[in-house]
């Protein structure tokens, strides 16, 4: 069965600042990849996806994320912060063609991201 | 386009009641997966169902704990005789396409137990 794990739980960082929350996966075989954002007291949001093809993928807001096969990580990346970014990121494995198993996503645990004004 | 939805938002019981939980899918969405988030922890997969099928349930707990999803009306968590440990949030989500992983959720159901 996959696992995600996700490096930091709580992120704190000033308006401006870039941002990079790590994310790595087990599973031998072939993925998709997701990063979920969950604002206070909303429901989850997708941010971005990966597939197949370009391994650096980008999603909404200036987010982007970058596949790196070798390494199984995913990791979350934003030149620029925003107050408006502080919430709950979820990175999200999806195995393919695991069979017998969940066809829904394993989460991460999440990082709590914190963005001071 | 209505997103999932999902109800109750908040649901208070105490200790041995049943709790009912409902989803319905975006539209055109046939699958449904229910998870369910802890304080602290991350979402956990519990039931994957299509229409009148429940084709995963490997992390549902063996007890206490059902899902359905007729032909017909919302998908429903039926969580019976609750316990203080059941205490949390509960999110529906659908996709259109199996296996992609790509899911759409709802804003999640706050179970409370007393």
């Known amino acids: 069965a996959q696992s995600v794990s996700q490096h930091n739980h709580h992120v704190i960082l000033s308006e401006a600042a870039s941002l990079e929350l790590g994310c790595n996966y087990s599973y031998g075989g072939t993925v998709n990849l997701f990063w979920y954002v969950q604002y206070p007291g909303q429901h989850l949001q997708l941010l971005l996806k990966y597939f197949s093809g370009d391994p650096l993928v980008k999603g909404i807001k200036g987010f982007e994320a970058e596949f790196i096969k070798s390494k199984f990580s995913f990791n979350l990346r934003k030149p620029s912060v925003q107050w408006s970014d502080t919430a709950e990121y979820f990175c999200?494995?999806?195995?393919?063609?695991?069979?017998?198993?969940?066809?829904?996503?394993?989460f991460g645990k999440g990082t709590h991201l914190i963005i001071q004004p | 386009n209505a997103g999932v939805m999902q109800n109750p938002r908040h649901l208070v019981r105490r200790r041995g009641q049943e709790a009912r939980l409902r989803c319905s899918p975006m539209k055109g969405h046939s699958h449904v997966y229910w998870y369910r988030q802890l304080p602290e922890e991350g979402l956990k997969f519990m039931v994957y169902?299509?229409?009148?099928?429940?084709?995963?349930e490997s992390g549902m707990p063996k007890e206490r704990f059902s899902a359905e999803f007729p032909k017909e009306g919302p998908s429903i968590l039926r969580i019976q005789q609750v316990v203080r440990g059941d205490s949390a949030a509960y999110f529906c989500?659908?996709?259109?396409?199996?296996?992609?992983?790509?899911?759409?959720f709802g804003e999640g159901s706050r179970l409370t137990v007393l």
């Open positions: 999200a494995v999806n195995a393919r063609g695991s069979g017998g198993g969940a066809d829904g996503l394993t």
């Open positions: 169902l299509q229409k009148e099928n429940i084709i995963d």
């Open positions: 989500a659908s996709s259109g396409l199996a296996n992609t992983g790509e899911l759409f």
